[in-house]
């Protein structure tokens, strides 16, 4: 495909600007630009006020524009700062998109790709109320109403009621979105066969989750030790709620089985909700700028995962820097994967704190665990995979046309 072929417009709310990113969120969107930018000229709109130069109104980087939302300075009010943003943010909605339509008519770009389009649905319509003749990618990281359905089990009687209404409203979107986007992408084919039974279409494509490897230093200690990564938000959060049952179900039943054990809890607000599960064998270290350090230093990644949608860049990165993996079923969702030759699946305590204990006293089963899923993740999550996903996409566009 020719490069100078395929000029696209990439709008995305998350903070792009941003090197080295961690977090699911950033890392998709650092991986895609990657990759699109490999194949097709890239100019971004950014929807996310963090990086933007209000002092004299410029563009941090070259090739990125700001929507007329983030043009203006929200006062630093912590606690409401949010709800303010997002009353801005919807009061700004008909500009940022006659913005976005106006530049790609003025640059005469070929699509507009919209990332994490299940929460930008408003401006799908929006932009295509405007110009129904404007070619949207609608990049999705997960099915967003199956990740509410999900919750609702582990939150209380009120936030349940909630939760059934807000459900139905996204189902409604994504719905909706399958009808209007011109392609709709999932991370998975797990995720895509949920979209086709919302609504059949042929315009789904697979742009999966992938990881670049960074420089990382194996360090080797005299004790086991087993990594639980993430971001850890609200108490009913996937994170949270995850951990809670690892740390109550799984670790009493592996503290005085698994010699010289210490787990590592690492992650955005970690730190508050499990300040008081410290303990000599429990080190919660919260937020932490250079996460590669605890991959070099882990023996065993733990994903427990009780809810969740789309597939986990911690299964990826921890497959990536060669590190044994133990998972739920749902961790493991929509991932291709071998049980018991890439990594370990266990859904119950009992048996999960059995292979923990199993995989601590055997190392040669380690290796070979992480010998074939490093093999596994380069074969299926690597960026060169994911320039495949995306010429695919590329060609069923130039076939519409």
Known sequence: MNKNSMKILYCSKVGIELNNSTGGQLLRVESSLEVLKKI???????????????????????????????RRKIKKIKFIKGIVWRIKEKFYLKKDAEFIVNLYRKKNYRCLWISYASQCFDLIKEIKKIDKNIKIIADTDSVFHSFIQRQIPYVNFFKKI???????????????????????TAVSEFDAKVFRKLYLTSNIFIFRN????????????K???????????????????STRWFLKKIYPLIKDKVKKLKIYIIGMHSNKEFKSSKKNDIIVKGWVKNITYFFGLADLAAVPLKYESGTRFKILEAGLY?????????????????????????????????????????????????????????????????????????????KKN
Request: aromatic share 12%; glycine share 2%.
């Open 210 to 221: 992938v990881v670049s490897k960074k420089k990382i230093k194996k360090r080797k200690d």
């Open 322 to 398: 060669k590190i044994a993996i133990i998972s739920t079923t749902l961790g493991a969702e929509g991932l291709k994967y071998v049980n018991n030759k890439d990594i370990m699946i266990e859904d119950s305590a009992d048996k999960f704190a059995a292979k923990i204990v199993y995989l601590s006293n055997n190392k040669n089963i380690r290796n070979r665990l992480i010998k074939n899923n490093y093999k596994n993740i380069l074969n299926n999550y690597s960026t060169h995979v994911l320039t495949k996903d995306a010429i695919k996409i590329f060609k069923y566009l130039n």
């Open 40 to 70: 097709s000229t890239v100019d971004i709109v950014s929807r996310n006020a963090r990086f933007f130069d209000s002092k004299n109104n410029t563009l941090i980087k070259k090739n990125i524009f700001y929507a007329p939302s983030v």
């Open 223 to 241: 004790n086991f030790n087993i990594i639980i990564s993430g971001t850890f938000g609200a108490k009913s959060s996937p994170m949270n709620i």
């Open 162 to 184: 909630y939760l059934k209404f807000y459900f139905l409203f996204y189902k409604k979107i994504e719905c909706e979105m399958l009808k209007i986007a011109d392609v709709v």
